[in-house]
C-alpha cells in the first residue's frame, strides 16, 4: 500500500501561531506512520517551509505548495491537515488558496472559516436557526464610542471583544463605563472591527464537534472555571482555568447544549473540528463563538474531550485526513 504524504500545516501570521506550533506537534506525533508519511510545514508572515527532522528548512512553492528536496525530488503533500489559529488558516484565506490550486485539506471550507472567523456575523446567521447570544453592539474602528448609549443598552458589567481574533486575545470585562475606551482601544489593536457585549451570568462551556466516521459527533462538554475574571488567553493556553469534562450539568441543561452545538455546526455547513462556546443561563445556552481551528496541544479542551468520549488522537486525527483525501475536490 502506497503511504499518502501529509503535511501538519501549523504557525500563522497572528500571535496565536506560538500555540498552533504547539498543536501542530501533537498531530505530526499522532498520525499513523503506517499509513502516513508526515511532514511538518510552517506557514508564518514573511516565510512558508518545510521543516525536516533536523531543523532544516526548504522553502514550500506558493504556485502548487510543493517542496524541491535536497534529492531533487518535488514533494506533494495528498492532503494538508490544517492547525493554524487565527490568519490565514482560520479565516478563509489559506482554504480559498488551496482551493484555486487543487489542494486537499482538512477542516471545513473557504465560506464556513471566513463566517465562523467572524463572531457578528456567525450570531446573526445563527439566531435564525433559534440560537440565541447576548445583546450587544458593533462598533468600527474611528467611529464615535457611544458611551452612554453602551451602558444604558447592555448594562454593566460588559465585555469588549475584537470582532475577528481567536484565543480570547483584545478581549476585556469592563465593570465601569470609565473603563470602556480603554477596553476599545485594546481590541482595536487586534481588529477594526469591534463587539461590545452584554454580561451574561452563568456557566461557561466549551462543546466540541467533529465530522467522525460520516456522524456530527458531539465528543463533550467542558466546564470551564477560570481563575481569572474570564476565560482569557491565559486561562485559556497558560494553565489558569479549572476545565471539567464532563461538565456539571443536569441532563436537561445538557441536552439543550449538545443540541445547539451540533445544530450551530449543520447550520454552518461545518466539517472537521470546531470547538464552540456557550454560556448557561439558566439552563438556556446563549452561544459566544465557534472555532473552526481550536487548540490542539495535549492540553486543550478538544483532546481531553476526545479521551473522554473514548476516541484516540490518532483515529480522531486519521479520520481528518481520510476525510479530507476522499472529499471531491475542483481544478
Known amino acids: 500500500m502506497t503511504k499518502k504524504n501529509i503535511a501538519v500545516v ?9 500555540v498552533s506550533l504547539k498543536s501542530g506537534q501533537l498531530i505530526y506525533d499522532s498520525l499513523d506512520r503506517e499509513l502516513y508519511n508526515v511532514y511538518r510545514v510552517v506557514i508564518l508572515q ?13 522553502p514550500v512553492s506558493r504556485e502548487d505548495f510543493s517542496v524541491e528536496m535536497q534529492s531533487g525530488y518535488r514533494l506533494k503533500f495528498d492532503v494538508c491537515f490544517n492547525i493554524i489559529h487565527g490568519r490565514p488558516g482560520e479565516n478563509g484565506e489559506l482554504q480559498a488558496y488551496w482551493d484555486t490550486i487543487g489542494q486537499r485539506y482538512t477542516g471545513c471550507g473557504f465560506y464556513q472559516s471566513a463566517l ?3 463572531k ?12 440565541k447570544s447576548a445583546e450587544s453592539i458593533y462598533i468600527k474602528k474611528n467611529e464615535d464610542i457611544p458611551t452612554e448609549e453602551i451602558t444604558e443598552k447592555l448594562g454593566l458589567p460588559l465585555f469588549v471583544k475584537p470582532n475577528r481574533s ?9 465593570k465601569t463605563a470609565e473603563e470602556i475606551p480603554a477596553a476599545l482601544q485594546r481590541a482595536f489593536e487586534e481588529d477594526e472591527e469591534v463587539i461590545v457585549e452584554e454580561f451574561l451570568d452563568g456557566m461557561e462551556v466549551s462543546v466540541g464537534v467533529v465530522d467522525y466516521r ?12 477560570p ?23 443536569d441532563d436537561a441543561a445538557r441536552r439543550k447544549v449538545e443540541e445547539a452545538a451540533r445544530r450551530a455546526y449543520k447550520a454552518l455547513g461545518m466539517s472537521g473540528f470546531s470547538r464552540s462556546e456557550f454560556i448557561l443561563v439558566n439552563g438556556e445556552p446563549y452561544m459566544l463563538e465557534m472555532n473552526t481551528n481550536p487548540g490542539f496541544s495535549p492540553a486543550s479542551i478538544l483532546p481531553q474531550q476526545a479521551r473522554h468520549y473514548g476516541i484516540s488522537i490518532k483515529d480522531l486525527c486519521g479520520n481528518e485526513v481520510e476525510r479530507a483525501y476522499h472529499k471531491t475536490i475542483s481544478k
Open 166 to 174: 481567536g484565543s480570547s486575545l483584545g478581549i476585556s470585562k469592563v
Open 120 to 131: 457578528k456575523d456567525t450570531l446573526a446567521v445563527l439566531a435564525k436557526y433559534g440560537i
Open 116 to 118: 465562523t472567523f467572524n
Open 10 to 18: 501549523m504557525g500563522g501570521y497572528s500571535d496565536e501561531y506560538k
Open 46 to 58: 514573511d516565510e512558508w517551509y518545510f521543516l525536516d527532522d533536523n531543523g532544516n528548512r526548504a
Open 214 to 225: 460520516g456522524e456530527v459527533t458531539v465528543l463533550g462538554i467542558t466546564e470551564i472555571v
Open 227 to 249: 481563575e481569572n475574571e474570564f476565560f482569557d488567553y491565559e486561562a485559556k493556553y497558560e494553565g489558569a482555568s479549572q476545565e471539567i469534562t464532563p461538565a456539571r450539568l
